[in-house]
C-alpha cells in the first residue's frame, strides 16, 4: 500500500500553495548542496548528517517537482513506509523522509553530544 502525499510533513494540505512550496523546497536542497559542499571543502564532521539530509531533501523534491508536470497521473510525494502495532499506526513515510530523519539524528549526536562529551 502507498500514499501520495501532495501536502507536506504529516499530511498538511498545501494545495493552494503547491507551487510556493515547491519553489521553496527547490531553493532550499540547493542551500543545501553550498553548505555540504562547503562542509566537505573544510573537511567537517558534519558532511555525513548533511549528506542524508540533502539526499532526502532531493527525493522528496523530484517528487514535488513531478507534481507540477501538466498532465502527469502524479499527485504527490509517494509515502510507502507504514509502521505501527496492531491498531496503533504512525504516519506512513518513505525514504526520503527516513533519510532526513536519520541525517538530524546525526547531527544532534554529532553536535551536542559528542561535542559536550570533551
Not at 36 to 58: D, M, P, R, T, V
Amino acid at each position: 500500500m502507498f500514499i501520495e502525499n501532495p501536502g507536506i510533513a504529516f499530511g498538511i494540505d498545501t494545495s493552494k500553495y503547491h507551487i510556493y512550496i515547491t519553489i521553496i523546497t527547490v531553493l532550499a536542497v540547493i542551500v543545501l548542496i553550498y553548505y555540504l559542499y562547503a562542509l566537505i571543502i573544510e573537511n567537517s564532521y558534519e558532511c555525513l548528517s548533511w549528506s542524508f539530509i540533502l539526499g532526502g531533501a532531493i527525493g522528496n523534491c523530484i517528487d514535488r517537482v513531478m507534481v507540477l508536470i501538466p498532465n502527469s497521473q502524479y499527485r504527490g510525494v509517494v509515502d510507502f513506509i507504514d509502521m505501527g502495532i496492531g491498531p496503533y499506526r504512525w504516519y506512513v513515510f518513505n525514504i526520503a523522509d527516513a533519510a532526513i530523519t536519520i541525517g538530524l539524528i546525526i547531527y544532534i549526536y554529532q553536535t551536542y553530544i559528542l561535542k559536550h562529551k570533551n
